[in-house]
């Protein structure tokens, strides 16, 4: 089975705090991705990593930043936590071919 | 703007009838096409992916695709309560270089009444 874990279930920050999400996968998938999701915006693709040390921007990168420096771990940073970045934040990964992506149970962050 | 449509619902059916999701997208090249559900506070989770035009059928599930109509759906036999969650339809378009990126839809809440 695909295994996601991700670092908290549940996150408390406050403003200005460098906050630092990681993700692991257990199953050598080259694609790795961060989403945040909120009610009514549906899922928000923030960055992505094809690769070790390969990453592009998502539809929503500003605040944020990442780091893949192993193919099995893909970690979100927020630089200087803000209220508007309370979120549910969902990684996920998936293998090239059949394409399938694999959520990780997600990290409800709160930023106070 | 590639686009993935899905009627946000809430959709609502008794027990034991049959749930029918539907979903539109716009990018033509899109190539596969995912279910997901997400429980309320939780993470979505694959239930169904459809290549080929056609029916899948995966136990109570069946996905149809018909890319003629660009209409991806999900049918959901003999519902169960336990079935109540949103329902997350996601398209793979084609694209060359790095890592493709599923485009999802906002999804459609159902609540299957006892």
């Known amino acids: 089975d695909v295994k996601v874990t991700q670092s908290s279930r549940y996150l408390v920050k406050r403003t200005g705090e460098k906050v630092f999400l990681e993700c692991v996968q257990d199953?050598?998938?080259?694609?790795m991705f961060w989403y945040r999701q909120d009610p009514g915006l549906g899922l928000r693709l923030i960055y992505f990593?094809?690769?070790?040390?390969?990453?592009e921007k998502g539809d929503i990168p500003e605040g944020y930043s990442v780091s893949r420096e192993k193919k099995e771990r893909f970690s979100l940073i927020l630089e200087s936590a803000s209220t508007n970045q309370t979120s549910m934040y969902l990684c996920?990964?998936?293998?090239?071919?059949?394409?399938?992506?694999?959520f990780g149970p997600g990290t409800r962050l709160t930023v106070t | 703007q590639k686009e993935v449509e899905q009627n946000s619902g809430p959709l609502s059916v008794p027990e034991g009838a049959i749930a029918s999701l539907n979903c539109t997208y716009s990018d033509r090249g899109s190539q596969s096409f995912f279910w997901y559900r997400q429980y309320s506070g939780k993470s979505p989770e694959l239930i169904m992916f459809?290549?080929?035009?056609g029916d899948k059928e995966d136990g109570r599930f069946t996905a149809q695709l018909n890319k003629a109509s660009q209409y991806v759906s999900l049918l959901i036999r003999d519902s169960q309560p336990s079935d109540s969650a949103t329902y997350l339809c996601a398209a793979d378009p084609l694209s060359s270089g790095s890592a493709r990126q599923l485009t999802f839809g906002s999804g459609t809440q159902l609540t299957v009444l006892p």
């Open positions: 990593s094809y690769d070790v040390k390969m990453k």
């Open positions: 996920a990964s998936r293998v090239s071919d059949p394409y399938e992506q694999y």
């Open positions: 459809i290549y080929s035009n």
């Open positions: 199953m050598d998938h080259e694609n």
